[in-house]
T-cell receptor, first 116, second 112 residues
Framework: GAVVSQHPSRVICKSGTSVKIECRSLDFQATTMFWYRQFPKQSLMLMATSNEGSKATYEQGVEKDKFLINHASLTLSTLTVTSAHPEDSSFYIC????????????FGDGTRLSIL | GEDVEQSLFLSVREGDSSVINCTYTDSSSTYLYWYKQEPGAGLQLLTYIFSNMDMKQDQRLTVLLNKKDKHLSLRIADTQTGDSAIYFCAESLNSGNTPLVFGKGTRLSVIA
């Protein structure tokens, strides 16, 4: 089945560091990728929708200058958390879908980000 | 707006059946999903159902959809300790091109 690879799986870094998370579709072309955020013991909340070759669409309350999303190819989207602070510590997870809207989205395994 | 509700906890004995319930508000939801999340891990798609279906069965999993009441359930037969996890219900307007709206998740604990 379709596989989405997300790296890194875990990051621990100092406050002020910028962190890049990659989301790759391994065996299909992902025309759309979604980035979600999950706080401890809470549900997943959509951060942004990323379409290949165009600017990402951010949800209300998500700072586009803080969370930079790039979807430059049909198999790769990246989320960069710029100048991360402890409140950015969370579980970030991506999903990818194809043009065939009858197929379900496929999720990566997530990235646990811890800012000290 | 869209909203998905689930009970937060469920505890069952090994070998019994588990039933996890979910309600949603958006009547135009076309696809409804069940995901499993184990501690520290990502989401595993268990099953999904189109809104024009009433039931879908896949091995130990049975999904029931009552579109009139906007109620979705997941039944796990012969529950095993390995089924202990958080189960998320989610909905979307279509499968691939719109984001999912998730419930808060039901933590299933299986007692040996």
């Amino acid at each position: 089945g379709a596989v989405v690879s997300q790296h890194p799986s875990r990051v621990i870094c100092k406050s002020g560091t910028s962190v890049k998370i990659e989301c790759r579709s391994l065996d299909f072309q992902a025309t759309t990728m979604f980035w979600y955020r999950q706080f401890p013991k809470q549900s997943l909340m959509l951060m942004a929708t990323s379409n290949e070759g165009s600017k990402a669409t951010y949800e209300q309350g998500v700072e586009k200058d803080k969370f930079l999303i790039n979807h430059a190819s049909l198999t790769l989207s990246t989320l960069t958390v710029t100048s991360a602070h402890p409140e950015d510590s969370s579980f970030y997870i991506c999903s990818a879908s194809t043009r065939n809207s009858n197929q379900p989205q496929h999720f990566g395994d997530g990235t646990r980000l811890s800012i000290l | 707006g869209e909203d998905v509700e689930q009970s937060l906890f469920l505890s069952v004995r090994e070998g019994d059946s588990s039933v996890i319930n979910c309600t949603y508000t958006d009547s135009s939801s076309t696809y409804l999903y069940w995901y499993k999340q184990e501690p520290g891990a990502g989401l595993q798609l268990l099953t999904y159902i189109f809104s024009n279906m009433d039931m879908k069965q896949d091995q130990r999993l049975t999904v029931l959809l009552n579109k009139k009441d906007k109620h979705l359930s997941l039944r796990i037969a012969d529950t095993q300790t390995g089924d202990s996890a958080i189960y998320f219900c989610a909905e979307s307007l279509n499968s691939g091109n719109t984001p999912l709206v998730f419930g808060k998740g039901t933590r299933l604990s299986v007692i040996a």
